[in-house]
């Protein structure tokens, strides 16, 4: 997407106009255009000068963002300059100095006239000058607020009428009257006519069209600021970029701009200070602050081969790492840039708004001047109809219609950004809200995603201790991730180390080695069976811990059973709530994952899910997702590369942060923190924002049903009500200011407040196990093997023989059972059995026999 800086735009009438024009460019498949930012997001083929041709053809200015200047000074200055609020005090000085002259105006036309205060002596009885003196007064105001009449009636030229035009017209309909009556006046003067001179007094407007004026400007300008306070948290993420380095070359340390770190440069950050680029830790320990990525308060501890992220803070010892991703390519630069597209794009629901506001300004137009029309034909005089005609021009407000939804959009969005939720696109902003099934992988998004040690089961004349001590001591020399589990959990619990001797991997992938004079051995329940014999007891602990998803270890010491150790890729500890929180809020909980059904169910029970799909490959998680979407929006959360086809295929992929680059494009949600609560709360932030939206565009459509008929003196037959235009201009700069301060009430939204979530409806009506999942049978011209095989222990070993059994042709798909000892392959063409024999036995195991 190409961004463009697009000038000129003053209402919704003005963007819905701009993004016309573009959108009829050939070669442009999409146009957004955002009022709040004044920004332009075009996708397409067509060149950079044929979009800017077509805006400026349509009334406007445009420039490419980050074009050759803006370049120089790096992506995020060129945002945060586009972002920089100049309007506000441009405005805040043409309010100052028109109030000044509107108080004047004021005490001529009113405090004068109405309630006789005191005049210098040569304006007593000549009302000819005191009606020149109003005049002037109001052309110098209205030459301070020029803008409102270049840019209406340069947009009238171009038919594209816009509020300034409404304002403009006001404006000048009751100057140019005024001015007829003040010339009016001369004329009865010069002939005598006192009486007729008094009764043009009272037709003057000159405060009405000053007035009108300096009340939109209060209103542009509580506008401006309020627009101001929606992008503070992207400018507040912008802010926290570091401005410099302190790199390592030759030997020494040097402090340099950080836009001059490469990629591979070595810096060095000490205690309080941030660090300038993402990289990776070469030396040094510490405690890094990132909270201004994450959210959480809680420093990260850093080590030798840990990843450190721009703008975090070294808070503890001196870290020296080497930079990974520079300038754009970092971790806030992402976010930031994520952020300011989800501001430049448009939400589904904005285009009601636009379809309005595209007809909203000649609409008015054509009701003011109908207004006009029939109060003159009703009898009444020219003063009181074009009053009338005027109050309609200057109470409409197509504003309030196009920053309805921008402006919650945008608020929303910081609100998630500050959490550690980014939604790439408002679009995705708004869809999130409507998910109705929510389907999550297992590893990394339910559990961990590596194996941990979740139980010790010593035998009775063994301690906790011993048992650990000698499995770590055995485990040692293993590179398997069963026994990298075992090893981190011996370091967390203070074993030391002891060199051992004759290592070796024992056929069926059980381990043997000497230490200290005793031979220990470890393995499968399987395998330590045929070393020894095993108590029924213990065999049925090993059976319990399997049916729970776990991958029992059994210890030999000296060939006598010395305990059991269960390896688990364990759940998250917010998990289970957040699960939970999902199926309160009405929304159905699938878990997808590769893994064998016994552990997928034991999984799914600790979590909670409604349901449960196993055995499934990538492109399975992608065909599950299409038959879910039978039943309503389905939002897919995954973390890696074999889940981006399914983050694809759903209406909603949301990211895991920890997870892939290529998870992470996927995506339309991004959660930073890799926490699995972020998902109800992100459905939380979005619905909230479509609240608001709804909101906003109510106030709205409400406030212009009502005051347009006000204003054209619907009600004076029968109430008697009319609307001085003075009062409907400030109507008018108030209602979108309104607008805007009700979305900014996002800000105090808790997105991690359960309290208020939607009880849980009927359940959706989904069962896709039996029907749309791998577990179903083949058809009856696909054939099965069974393949008998020694050595697997875990579900890693099971992914092995998987992937070697599924890289043959002929072979559509395979389910390894490590318990079984058996891998099913299902054939689409005959494979001989030594070609079935020879793929296992490459990965280390062995085959007993093939049926």
Known sequence: MEQYIVTGMSCAACSARVEKAVSGVEGVTSCSVSLLTNSMGVEGTASQAAVIQAVEEAGYGASPKGGQEQSKEGGLDSLQDSLKDRETPVLRRRLLSSVIFLLLLMYLSMGHMMWGWPLPSFFEGNHVAMGLAQLLLTVIIMVLNQKFFISGFKSLWHRAPNMDTLVALGSSAAFVYSTYALFAMTDAQVKGDADAVMGYMHEFYFESAAMILTLITVGKMLEAYSKGKTTDALKGLMNLAPKTAVLVRDGAEIEVPVEQVKKGDIYVVRPGGNIPVDGIVLEGNSAVNESALTGESIPVDKAQGDSVSAATINQSGVLRCEATRVGEDTTLSKIIQMVSDAAATKAPIAKIADQVSGVFVPAVVTIAVITILAWLLLGKDIGFALARGISVLVI??????????????????????????????????????????????????????????????????????????????????????????????????????????????????????????????????????????????????????????????????????????????????????????????????????????????????????????????????????????????????????????????????IAIGAGTDVAIDAADVVLMKSRLSDVPAAIRLSRAALRNIHENLFWAFIYNVIGIPLAAGVWIPLFGWKLNPMFGAAAMSLSSFCVVTNALRLNLFKLHNAGRDHKRKDAIAVDIISDNSNNKKEEDNKMTKTIHIEGMMCGHCEAHVKKALEAIDGVAEAQASHEKGTAVVTLTADVADDVLTKAVEEQDYKVISVE
Request: glycine content about 10%; charged content about 25%.
């Open 396 to 653: 409409s407000c197509p504003c309030a219609l196009g920053l309805a939804t921008p402006v919650a959009i945008m608020v929303a969005n910081g609100v998630g950004a500050r959490n550690g939720i980014l939604f790439k696109t408002a679009v995705s902003m708004e869809e999130t809200g409507k998910t109705a099934i929510v389907a999550l992988d297992k590893t990394g998004t339910i559990t961990q995603g590596e194996p941990k040690v979740t139980d010790l089961l010593p035998a009775e004349d063994v301690t906790e201790g011993q048992l650990l001590a000698d499995a770590f001591h055995l485990e040692q020399m293993s590179e398997h991730p069963l026994a990298r589990a075992v090893l981190d959990y011996g370091t967390q619990k203070g074993v030391s180390s002891k060199k051992v001797s004759a290592f070796q991997a024992l056929p069926g992938n059980g381990l043997s080695a000497v230490c200290e004079g005793v031979h220990l051995t470890g393995g499968s329940v399987a395998y330590i069976s045929s070393r020894t014999a095993l108590s029924d007891k213990v065999k049925q602990q090993a059976q319990e811990l399997a049916d729970q998803g776990k991958t029992p270890l059994c210890f030999l010491r000296d060939d006598r059973y010395i305990g059991m150790i269960a390896v688990a890729d364990v759940i998250k500890e917010d998990s289970p709530r957040a699960v939970r929180e999902l199926r309160n809020m009405g929304i159905h909980v699938v878990m997808l994952t590769g893994d064998n059904r016994r552990t997928a169910e034991a999984i799914g029970a600790q979590a909670g899910v409604d349901e449960v799909v196993a055995d499934v490959l990538p492109d399975g998680k992608e065909n599950v997702i299409r038959e879910l979407q039978k039943f309503g929006k389905v939002a897919m959360v995954g973390d890696g590369i074999n889940d981006a086809p399914a983050l694809t295929r759903a209406d909603m992929g």
